[in-house]
């Protein structure tokens, strides 16, 4: 199409006089009419992956601990119930912090926050206060899962906590339906950088996925 109009400019004085159409206008027409973005559907979401194993293989392991085995089937009840309880309170891109030592509540946490529909940031527990509550207002993150409430998040957050045992749910615990794109944000990983003040590397769900991809 770039070339057509270099090609219709050089030849032609009206196709100085008209707008250049360098690309299908259906996806435009469509956003002016809904107000929102049109997603592309068939690429999988990050978490889209987890669900799929528990379909195939629901008895097979998923998450092995010193202290105990869980299933993908006993993992994705413990999932749906944080994704329903975060699912009114949470947005596509909108990220939420973990802070929960290493278990399997982290896993619990992350998945459960994706398929809620938001995007998460790990923090790791151990930080100074100042340095949590840094994160937590470079990121806007207003809701924190975690394992134990503490007074020392910021005001106004929203703690949200996971048992240490696992949870018996249900049975009418429902999979919240996907409401990302593959270009919505998956995660915030922070890294040391070149300078003294760590760096937020965000990752959305095509990248997060063609990087497993690769390696599996």
Do not use: C
Not at 16 to 31: G, K, N, R
Not at 66 to 78: C, F, G, H, I, R
């Amino acid at each position: 199409a770039y070339e057509q109009l270099l090609q219709r400019l050089a030849e032609t004085d009206a196709a100085w006089q008209s707008y250049p159409q360098l690309a299908p206008t259906e996806h435009v027409a469509a956003l002016n009419q809904t107000g929102a973005a049109v997603q592309k559907t068939g690429e999988p979401l990050l978490h889209s992956l987890f669900w799929q194993q528990v379909k195939q293989q629901p008895d097979a392991p998923a998450v092995i601990t010193p202290e105990s085995t869980l299933t993908y089937q006993v993992l994705a009840q413990q999932v749906k119930v944080l994704a329903q309880q975060l699912r009114p309170m949470v947005q596509p891109n909108q990220l939420v912090a973990v802070s929960i030592p290493k278990g399997w509540q982290q896993v619990v946490a992350v998945l459960g926050i994706l398929t809620a529909g938001a995007a998460y940031v790990p923090i790791d527990p151990d930080l100074p206060q100042e340095r949590r509550w840094q994160l937590m207002a470079d990121t806007a993150a207003q809701t924190v899962v975690t394992t134990a409430a503490t007074p020392d998040w910021p005001n106004g957050a929203i703690q949200i906590l996971l048992n240490e045992q696992l949870q018996t749910p249900d049975d009418d615990v429902s999979l919240p339906q996907p409401v990302q794109s593959e270009t919505d944000l998956a995660y915030v990983i922070y890294t040391s950088g070149s300078t003294s003040t760590p760096k937020g590397e965000m990752i959305d769900h095509r990248g997060a996925v063609n990087t497993i991809q690769e390696i599996n």
